[in-house]
């Protein structure tokens, strides 16, 4: 969001603090794997995981590049859809088509991205807006292959075999557990970006564009490299999501849901490893909490938004990190 | 393929095209003096659809929601930037366009309360019913209307701007507002004048859309979209390029559903996708400022 003089990567410190500050992934992932006790519904702590995902990936993206995409959707869908294609139409095993999506989704970003990063500013969220709704409409159009506004149907998953044990994947307890280690492994992937040099340059890129090309970074290929990064990341998420549902819905890739993402990202604290999650737990405890009161769920969510983008724009986590003094880490 | 079916075709196209040019253009405008990009243009679109339709039912005529519409809405969009954007000046360049999309999400969903989901129907004013004989083929009198209505507009637009003291000073704060300021112009007056004008032209691509489509809450987000691109072709903040770029899509989506109707709602961004390819600041955008 606004610019700061933050080091580019947290040092690594010999505190006891530090030191546990250091083990983000593994923290994080404690959290997750206490989620659905946490939660008032286990459904709700399936949707965070995958939000979550997808939101992380995003944040890459938004948060760490600082370019602000309003067509993330494409990935998510794209992720969903190419996983139920290959199940469903093509028979792939489960453990096979996830890759597979994810590789093709990275593939889309390519193209999406080679567009897109040629604009800068302004423009970038425009045109990304513009060019995932382009998918949107092809996916509409494709129905013999997508399933057109009805969505994607007929691939259910419902026994895996992990290893050579047979895994009732109905039950809500044992799919929870099996897509949160697709999680972990994003999470992971995540982190190593962000502590590699590649890392540090795309934060670089974000304080001063101007600045990183002096140095003699490649500012265009990087970004192309971040969105595709990030595309495959979110993908991952989509993949989950259909894996979970066993449909995709076409609303999937509208930019409403880059749109959601952009939010949840915002609520949770952009530039922060476990913000997405937290975002997209407060998103969907809040979508879930007000809707059983009131179907006009959108109107208090959109005035949350606007009073976060107002008076709160490093949102809950980032938020909560300034506060005790450990922002800097940003874990 | 007939000749005189291609040339209605085309006609349909520029009546398209001139809607869409009308809400482009209030995005143009305001993203070239303010450096603000609307995300609730569409929604504000779509509210201007709904303005129309109750007053006109109100006053019993069309005419006065024409009339009206677009400038309770253009007061209502001065509303939002005194209240909401005026405090993200000088903030990052994203954060005006995060908050109106959250804008827009209140926006739709307050309709929703109001009028309900589903979608109503405009009737078109009874003079303009029924088409017009070209000699070489039938065309509805109120796609004429349009077209004709929106090329006054953008006389009078394009004559207050370059024309009047008003238009010096808007061309001028546009240029650079701290040396406005320096000279005694109250910039923020401008801008606010300026916001106003841009959603009041949302709404009235709004009202007369109304009777071409229907009426409903989701409206906005397709024209939103199809603002980006008609904004992004042309050269975001280039009144010349939104009208160029607005009539290019509105002709090539209607010729394109004459030969290829399942790829009519993708050649717009596939034109888009093209033009960014070769020129990344659109057709008449000045290369630097966002591109």
Not at chain 1, 204 to 233: H, T
Not at chain 1, 265 to 291: N, Q, T
Not at chain 1, 316 to 324: N, S
Not at chain 2, 185 to 195: C, E, K, P, Q
Request: charged residues 10%; proline residues 4%; neutral net charge.
């Amino acid at each position: 969001m606004s610019p700061s003089s933050d080091e580019a990567v947290a040092k690594p410190s010999s505190s006891g603090l530090g030191w546990l500050l250091e083990q983000r992934v593994l923290l994080s992932i404690a959290v997750l794997a206490v989620l659905p006790w946490l939660l008032p519904s286990q459904a709700l702590a399936v949707n965070v995981l995958i939000y979550g995902v997808v939101v992380m990936g995003y944040n890459l993206l938004f948060g760490y590049t600082g370019l602000l995409s309003f067509g993330q959707a494409a990935f998510f869908g794209a992720g969903a859809y190419f996983t139920g294609i290959a199940i469903g139409r093509y028979g792939v095993p489960w453990f096979a088509a996830v890759p597979i999506a994810v590789l093709l989704s990275t593939c889309l970003a390519a193209a999406i991205g080679i567009v897109s990063t040629r604009t800068r500013g302004i423009y970038f969220s425009m045109v990304t807006l513009a060019l995932a709704q382009l998918v949107y409409y092809v996916a509409l159009q494709a129905s013999s292959f997508t399933g057109g506004e009805n969505g994607l149907r007929g691939f259910t998953v419902d026994r895996i075999n992990l290893f050579g044990f047979p895994v009732n994947f109905l039950d809500p307890v044992n799919k929870y557990y099996v897509l949160m280690a697709f999680a972990a492994l994003a999470m992971w992937f995540q982190s190593r970006i962000l502590n590699s040099p590649f890392g540090a340059v795309i934060e670089a890129i974000r304080e001063n564009e101007q600045r990183a090309r002096a140095c003699g970074y490649d500012v265009e290929r990087s970004k192309l490299i971040v969105f595709m990064l990030s595309g495959a990341i979110s993908s991952l998420g989509g993949c989950m999501l259909a894996l979970h549902l066993s449909i995709v819905p076409l609303d999937l890739l509208h930019y409403q849901t880059s749109g959601m993402i952009v939010m949840m990202v915002l609520l949770g604290g952009a530039r922060s490893f476990f913000g997405p999650f937290v975002g997209a737990a407060s998103f969907l405890i809040l979508e879930d909490a007000i809707s059983l009161w009131t179907p006009h769920w959108q109107i208090f969510v959109g005035a949350i938004f606007v009073l976060f983008v107002l008076f709160l724009p490093k949102g809950i986590w980032g938020t909560l990190l300034d506060a005790i003094g450990i922002g800097k880490a940003r874990p | 393929m007939d000749l005189s079916l291609i040339i209605m075709q085309l006609l349909s196209g520029i009546a398209l095209g001139a809607v869409l040019v009308i809400t482009a253009l209030g995005l143009t405008i305001v993203f070239g003096m303010l450096g603000v990009v609307n995300f609730a243009h569409g929604a504000l679109f779509m509210i201007g659809a709904y303005a129309g339709l109750y007053l006109a039912s109100l006053t019993g005529s069309f005419w006065w929601g024409l009339l009206l519409a677009p400038i309770l809405i253009g007061a209502f969009g001065m509303l939002i930037e005194f209240v909401l954007i005026r405090r993200l000046y000088g903030r990052s360049i994203d954060d005006p366009l995060l908050l109106t999309f959250g804008l827009s999400y209140i926006l739709v969903e307050g309709v929703r309360i109001v009028f309900g989901s589903d979608g109503i129907p405009f009737p078109t004013p009874p003079q303009l019913v029924g088409v017009l004989d070209l000699g070489i083929g039938f065309f509805p009198r109120y796609r004429l209307f349009v077209i004709a209505l929106v090329a006054v507009v953008l006389l009078v637009l394009w004559l207050t701007l370059e024309k009047t003291r008003i238009g010096l000073i808007v061309r001028a704060g546009a240029r650079d507002p701290t040396i406005m300021q320096v000279l005694g112009v109250d910039i923020g007056r401008v801008w606010l004048a300026i916001f106003g004008l841009g959603v009041g032209l949302a709404a009235l691509g709004g009202v007369l859309a109304g009777p071409m489509r229907s009426v409903n809450p989701e409206m906005g987000s397709l024209v939103l979209a199809e603002a980006f691109v008609v904004t992004v072709i042309g050269g975001l903040g280039s009144i010349v390029g939104a009208v160029v770029a607005g009539l290019m899509v509105g002709i090539s989506i209607s010729l394109v559903a004459l030969f290829a109707p399942e790829m009519a709602t993708i050649v717009m961004f596939a034109l888009m996708a093209v033009v960014l390819l070769i020129r990344p600041q659109g057709l008449f955008g000045v290369r630097g400022r966002t591109a």
